[in-house]
Every structure is written in structure tokens, then in C-alpha cells.
């Protein structure tokens, strides 16, 4: 222990995608108080490398749905630390015009697609083969609840790319199980990120309707999901592997909820 924080993952070299905001960015924070060497990846070089400063790590700026982009960032890896022990899989966009299926384009279906599926496509397959050759390493992909309950306020391509994510994830850690790669689906519930904040406080109705399924009776901090996924990159979970793994408050649990 260093202060309060486990020290599970001393000197383990590990990815994170979206690294600069949100859940990669409390995940950044807290892999790194465990001893991690983190390597922020984002699109965003400003909040990315802010990140990364912030933890002693490195930033690189790569749009995750570029294949050479994606293959790249882990041969520099490997090839700079000799090691790729962690990827956490996690940049995901839910942009409006991906809505109802009856209003949302074929555009806006695919740019989801790409942006939360086909990436964490390519971050297995790149990251995979290092693991191999290391006979060690622990992926986690960022699903969500809605891979695993319906919502009458559909985000028709988001819900369906995180399916892809979850039975994706499922099925390579089944396949390389025996080769000492943990592959695991991270099932969040409902974040208390800036955006919802903005997004609930001008429309409390909408807060209410989502806040009433929730047996804790709220949303969940960013910091709460990153202890998931320290657990889920350190040895503490090495039983653990093609897993759904919710951090969901309770909701996909519930019938009737708590007053
Ligand atoms: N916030 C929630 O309530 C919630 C719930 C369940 C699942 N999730 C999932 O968790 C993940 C993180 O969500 P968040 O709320 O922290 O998001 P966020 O918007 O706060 O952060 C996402 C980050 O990903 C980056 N990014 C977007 N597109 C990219 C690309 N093409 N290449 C590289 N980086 C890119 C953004 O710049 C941003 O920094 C997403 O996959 C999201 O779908 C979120």
C-alpha cells in the first residue's frame, strides 16, 4: 500500500483509450496511483496530454478507428517499454443524431459503429499478438448496461455496437484463455459525467425517469468504474475472464426499486 491506494500493478505498462475525459480519465488516475506506466490515448491532444501529465504518463494522439493509427501505438509501445500488460478499450461517442431507428441515418449508424465497435476490433487485434509473446495480459472493453437491457429512449446504433462489444469480448477471452490473456466486458451504468449533468439539469424529468431504476438511487462517480477496471487489470481478477462486468448500481438487477 503507498497511502490509501493498492499497489497492483507496479510497473505495468498499460493503454488507455479515450484516456483524456470521463472513465479514462479516472481509470488514467487510478492505475497509475497503483504503480502503472500509462500511456493516454485520445484524439484530443489537449485534454489527452493534460491527462497524461497529470500522471506521470505519455499522451499519444491517435483517432482509434485508424488502422495503422492503431497497430502503430502498440508497436511503439512494446518496442519503448519492451512490455503491453493492460489495454483498457474504453473511447466510445453517443452523439444525438444516433436516436431512434426510425430517425437515425445510415451515416450517423455507421460513424458509431467505427468509432465504439470496429476500435475495439482493432485495439484487440494489435494488442493481442504482443500478449502472446509475453504469455500475460489483461484487456478490458468498455460495454454498458444497454448491451444487456432495452431503453424505450433508443440510441439504436450505440446499444447495438455494444453488443458487438460484449460478445466480442466474450469470445476472445474464451479463445485465448489458455495463453494467459484475460479479456473482459465492462458493463457501466449511468455515469455522473459533465455532459449528463448539463443534459439532467435542464430537464430534471429526464434525470427522474432514469434515476427511479437505479436501486443505489443515483448515477455512478467516473472514480467508482476506474476501481473496476484496476481490479480488472490487476492479478486480483485472474480468475476472471470473458466476463460481463457490471458496475451498474444495481439496475440490471432490479424490478421495483427502493422509495
Ligand atoms: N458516461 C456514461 O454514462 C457511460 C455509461 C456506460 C458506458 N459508457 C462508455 O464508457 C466509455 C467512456 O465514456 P465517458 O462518459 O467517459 O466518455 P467521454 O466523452 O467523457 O470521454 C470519451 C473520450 O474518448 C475520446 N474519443 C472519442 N472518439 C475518439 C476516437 N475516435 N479516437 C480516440 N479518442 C476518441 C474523446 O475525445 C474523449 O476524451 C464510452 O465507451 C462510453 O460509451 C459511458
Not at 492503431?70 to 443524431?97: K, Q, T, W
Amino acid at each position: 500500500m503507498k497511502g490509501n491506494t493498492l499497489q497492483r500493478l507496479q510497473d505495468r505498462v498499460a493503454v488507455i483509450t479515450g484516456g483524456g475525459s470521463g472513465i479514462g480519465k479516472a481509470s488514467a488516475v487510478r492505475l497509475a496511483a497503483e504503480g502503472a506506466r500509462v500511456v493516454v490515448v485520445d484524439v484530443d491532444a489537449a485534454t489527452g496530454k493534460a491527462v497524461a501529465d497529470a500522471v506521470n504518463g505519455e499522451f499519444a494522439q491517435v483517432d482509434i478507428t485508424n488502422e495503422d493509427g492503431i497497430r502503430g501505438l502498440f508497436d511503439d509501445v512494446v518496442e519503448r517499454h519492451g512490455r503491453l500488460d493492460i489495454v483498457f478499450n474504453n473511447a466510445g461517442i453517443s452523439p444525438p443524431d444516433d436516436d431512434s431507428i426510425l430517425t437515425t441515418g445510415i451515416d450517423a449508424w455507421r460513424r458509431v459503429q467505427e468509432v465504439n465497435l470496429t476500435s475495439v476490433f482493432l485495439g484487440c487485434k494489435y494488442a493481442i499478438p504482443h500478449m502472446q509473446r509475453q504469455g500475460k495480459g489483461s484487456i478490458i472493453n468498455t460495454a454498458s448496461f444497454v448491451a444487456l437491457m432495452g431503453a424505450a429512449t433508443s440510441q439504436i446504433s450505440y446499444t447495438a455496437s455494444k453488443g458487438g462489444v460484449l460478445a466480442m469480448s466474450r469470445e476472445l477471452g474464451v479463445q485465448f484463455a489458455r495463453e494467459g490473456i484475460r479479456v473482459n466486458a465492462l458493463c457501466p451504468g449511468p455515469v455522473n459525467t459533465p455532459l449528463l449533468q448539463e443534459l439532467f439539469a435542464k430537464d430534471p424529468e429526464r434525470a427522474a425517469r432514469r434515476l427511479v431504476h437505479i436501486p443505489l438511487g443515483r448515477f455512478a462517480e467516473p472514480e467508482e468504474i476506474a476501481a473496476a477496471v484496476a481490479f480488472l487489470a490487476s492479478d486480483d481478477s485472474s480468475f476472471i475472464t470473458a466476463s460481463q462486468f457490471l458496475v451498474d448500481g444495481g439496475l440490471t438487477g432490479a424490478y421495483v426499486t427502493p422509495l
